[in-house]
């Protein structure tokens, strides 16, 4: 229970980062450290090298761009939490924190090191799927980008090279006043989602629904999006019926299973977070007029 | 590769100069270099909280990080609550509120769930009850069922004494 031993290194700025993971042998990256410790503590990882990613203050950061956020790597939880930007801008991240961990692992866990960490019952990663953010990584060879949906490689596993780090995660704006919706079911409040759904909408001044978006973590090996569900939704009045009709297609979905939950447990599961998503992000869309 | 590394951590306002391997976690340097046992480590995966300490004013689970990552920052413990020996040793109102309210029994969790509801009471004086439960939630207790826990912290929130000894 105590980690093995290894060589501390804490780069100044991405550049040496990115020069110490293309020349280590055997080298870890160390972001929040909220997942990574309880990995070294009980010897799941032994690195010879650790790169802590702590000092690097330009990966620290919530930047306003033209149509979307961009978000630092090794920006806290808590402050994303308690940023009024993002909360303007991006309101289903800040309904999404609320579930992640307890408020001892926001103070210290980042948005990037819950990426790359890449739990399918975490939460962080269904956001960046819902709202199709893009992901920008970094190493000594060069900086490349991709669409959020390109970023798991399978189960637990990023799409990055030995050498590259999770720089940036850019997050599209929704139209002000869109509706917004996150739930989880798990066994306690701050452990991760057996299954969890995230839902944006936008509807007309007719209440009709012009664009919807649905994603479903705990389901799959990744963040699932439910393309029939979110096509299904659009062009009609949205209403708590019409998410109860819609979402039934979620049960014929592949699910996993585990020691938390049997695939057709899952499944019923995934109807149920998905409507009460929905119900959700409707009942937060601000009245016509606004 | 594994040299021992000399930092200073600053724990309740006095400067420990220790020399630890970058391996050590910020619960074993504080127990074990800085002789300050009242931080109890538990689980040392980050599930129980009995290792929170405050860290910038923030509860931390100082078994999530490593000693040589604390440096320059500034640490809490429980034995900064109480007023020093020489200043009368009057304990901090949340200590004085768990032994009134039985909010301890064998004692394990005791100094996690102070710190915790000592940084949470000086950032958020006014918490409401549904958040402190919530708060609360994070660190685990095996004696008291958490009532009298959850009672001692409302009962020095509303006595207005969160930062007081």
């Keep these: 229970m105590k980690p093995p031993a290894f060589a501390y290194h804490d780069p100044g700025t991405v550049e040496e980062a990115c020069s110490l993971m293309a020349s280590l042998d055997n080298a870890r990256l160390l972001a929040g450290g909220q997942s990574m410790m309880p990995m070294l503590n009980m010897r799941f990882v032994m690195p010879d090298h650790l790169v802590d990613l702590g000092r690097i203050a330009a990966l620290s950061t919530i930047e306003e761009r033209p149509g979307a956020l961009r978000i630092g790597a090794m920006t806290r939880q808590r402050d994303l939490e308690h940023s009024a930007v993002v909360r303007a801008r991006c309101p289903l991240l800040v309904d999404a924190i609320q579930w992640v961990g307890h408020r001892q692992t926001r103070n210290r866990g980042t948005i990037g090191g819950s990426l790359c960490q890449l739990d399918p019952a975490a939460e962080l990663p269904s956001v960046c799927a819902a709202l199709d953010a893009t992901i920008t990584v970094q190493s000594a060879r060069g900086t490349r980008t991709m669409p959020f949906a390109e970023f798991p490689a399978g189960y637990m596993t990023p799409s990055l090279e030995p050498d590259e780090l999770l720089t940036h995660i850019e997050l599209p704006d929704w139209p002000r006043g869109h509706g917004h919706g996150f739930v989880e079911f798990a066994r306690r409040h701050g452990d991760y989602a057996v299954v969890l759904a995230a839902a944006l909408l936008v509807t007309d001044a007719a209440g009709t629904i012009t664009r919807a978006s649905l994603t479903l973590g705990g389901i799959g090996p990744a963040p699932v999006r439910v393309a029939a569900v979110e096509q299904a939704l659009v062009g009609h009045v949205a209403s708590p019926a019409l998410f109860r009709q819609v979402t039934e297609a979620c049960r014929a979905l592949e699910a996993m299973e585990d020691i938390h939950a049997p695939a057709s447990y899952r499944q019923q599961l995934a109807v149920v977070m998905s409507r009460r998503a929905l119900d959700a992000a409707l009942a937060s869309i601000a009245p016509a007029g606004h | ?165």
Aim: charged share 20%; aromatic share 4%; hydrophobic share 35%.
């Design chain 2, 1 to 165: 590769m594994a040299s021992k590394m000399a930092i200073t951590l600053n724990v309740n306002g006095t400067e420990h100069e220790i020399r630890v391997e970058p391996r050590k976690t910020l619960s074993d340097a504080l127990r074990g270099e800085c002789g300050l046992t009242g931080t109890n480590v538990g689980c040392e995966h980050g599930v129980c909280g009995a290792c929170t300490v405050l860290m910038d004013g923030a509860p931390v689970r100082s078994c999530l990080m490593f000693a040589v990552q604390a440096q320059g920052r500034e640490l809490r413990t429980v034995e900064g609550l109480a007023a020093s020996s020489k200043d009368g040793g009057k304990l901090h109102a949340l200590q004085q509120a768990f032994i009134d309210n039985h909010a301890l029994q064998c004692g394990f969790c005791t100094s996690g769930f102070l710190m915790l509801a000592a940084g949470t009471l000086e950032q958020q004086p006014d918490i409401d009850d549904e958040s402190l439960r919530e708060v609360l939630s994070s660190n685990l207790c095996r004696c008291t069922g958490y009532q009298n826990i959850l009672r001692a912290v409302r009962q020095v929130r509303d006595a207005g004494q969160g930062g007081a000894r």
